[in-house]
């Protein structure tokens, strides 16, 4: 197994495996079980997504496009949590 993703927290792992395993590619998340050991610590490094060696060419191609999605919504996330300067907001 080599890694495929390296995931900043379970819901992303989760995400580009379940999208590996769409494609047919078995997947496998490596350290998911190692946040609870680390507490409040965040988990970077301690989880990745595992794909088989013969896989790592189409998973690669599907791991890019995840990412790219991952980084659109966290941007379009991070947009809505931003102030609009009004303090009731734009319901009034």
């Known amino acids: ?32 079980y190692l946040t609870g050991a680390v507490g409040q610590l965040p ?5 990745a997504v595992m794909v088989p060696e013969s896989s790592m060419p189409i998973a690669q191609g599907i791991v890019r496009e995840m990412e790219a999605t991952l980084s659109e919504a966290r941007k379009a ?11 009731l907001g734009a319901a009034c």
């Open 1 to 32: 197994m080599h890694i495929a993703y390296r995931a900043e927290n379970l819901f992303d792992a989760h995400l580009v495996k379940d999208a590996l395993e769409a494609a047919e590619i078995p997947a496998f998340i490596s350290g998911e």
């Open 43 to 47: 988990a970077i490094d301690y989880i």
């Open 77 to 87: 996330i991070e947009a809505f949590d931003e102030p609009s300067g009004d303090p």
